[in-house]
């Protein structure tokens, strides 16, 4: 079984998250994405409004009704800063039969030469790239070992993002439809992210 993983800090997820994991399904030819809640993400220095538990139970929410959308949350159950090799490490011991990639945004695939311990990554996981419209990517200088294990694929231009879904809401703006209704629904009866 292939695997797509969705990292992220989810605060809150949204549907360009969503569209980003069905294209990375699709074109990648996954059997499934696993949507993985970060706990603590080593590169964000502002905490998270949300608390770990309303950001997991947003994502469960978020992937009801596609059969090929998982919430893991291996990496809340581990606590802790989330490094990716040490959340490589558990899942391909869970799960020695599944192939993993992780899905990641195009510009992030230029600094993977530059992520911790990228070279014992790519020897358990491949990468798939989601490129919007206009982004140029040029991987000839990349080491070959990082390059083969990366599959680059066309996303379409979603200009939807978390940091502006939280200032809508604390500015009592709407963001029905920026994010699936039950994460909606959610946010309103928790009062997330309100002024």
Known sequence: MLVGIMGGTFDPIHTGHLIAAERARVEAGLDEVWLMPANVPPHKSNAPKASTQQRWEMVCLAAEGNPFFRPIDIEIGKGGVSYSIDTIELLCKEYPTTEFAYIIGADMVQYLPQWHRIDDIVRHIRFIGLARPGYDLDMAHMPENI???????????????????RAERGQERSVRYLVPEAVNGYMEVNRLYEA
């Open 147 to 165: 390059r083969k294990r990366v599959t680059i694929v066309p996303m379409p231009l979603v200009e939807i993002s978390s940091t502006a879904i």
